[in-house]
Nanobody, 124 residues
């Protein structure tokens, strides 16, 4: 059974930091890129960050570049998203996903397995 379980969300104030984690099981993890996406109420799911299978390649959405850092631990089948200087517009459900290939891409179609997400709420 494929599972991508995201955790670490919560309610924080603007300027605070949060660290999200996603634990993968039931699928091959180390050979594929991983990504984080987010979806706010009434909005489409949008790309946040992605990391290649080795961790050497990372890409970020312009809106989070310089504030968020994606990382992975292939020994533990986990991917993390360190978020700092959070803004109210970062409020969303954050989901992790496994890529279809080893390279990091921003498009939703490049991911085949998705977790259910964790809620992040940033108050002003």
């Amino acid at each position: 059974q494929v599972q991508l379980v995201a955790s670490g969300g919560g309610l924080v104030q603007a300027g605070d930091s949060l660290r999200l984690s996603c634990a993968a099981s039931g699928l091959t993890f180390s050979g594929y890129a991983m990504g984080w996406f987010r979806q706010a109420p009434g909005k489409e799911r949008e790309f946040v960050a992605a990391i290649s299978r080795s961790g050497s390649g990372v890409i970020y959405a312009t809106s989070v570049k310089g504030r968020f850092t994606i990382s992975r631990d292939n020994a533990k089948n986990t991917v993390a998203l360190q978020m700092s200087s959070l803004k109210p517009e970062d409020t969303a459900v954050y989901l992790c996903a496994r890529g279809k290939s080893w390279a990091a891409y921003p498009g939703r179609d490049e991911y085949d397995y998705w977790g259910q997400g964790t809620q992040v709420t940033v108050s002003s």
